[in-house]
């Protein structure tokens, strides 16, 4: 499947493009909830959830004490915009 140029605000790609960008991106989806997938680099790990307006990720233990590391980003946000911003880490 070819993906919409990287530009291109993420609520105008079709679930099968996010998911298969995700897949591309090392990401694994959850086989009981499909909206959640996760997520391992060397340096960090984390969830990241396909909500209604946003995807929202979670940095598992990145936190000064080990505290998970929250944030949101709105589908109005560019693909290339989303994957710099999630996959640059904490």
């Known amino acids: 499947m070819l993906l919409l140029p990287s530009e291109t605000p993420l609520y ?6 996010i998911e298969e960008w995700l897949q591309d991106l090392g990401c694994q989806q959850d086989e009981t ?5 996760r997520v391992q680099r060397p340096t960090w790990k984390a969830e990241l959830w396909l909500d209604v307006e946003q995807i929202t990720v979670k940095y598992l233990q990145a936190g000064d004490n080990g505290q998970d590391i929250q944030r949101s980003f709105k589908y109005s946000l560019s693909r290339q915009d989303i994957e710099r911003a999630v996959f640059s880490g904490p």
Not at 12 to 17: D, E, F, I, K, M
Not at 33 to 37: E, K, M, P, R, V
């Open 33 to 37: 909830q499909l909206h959640c997938w």
């Open 12 to 17: 105008n790609h079709p679930l099968p493009q």
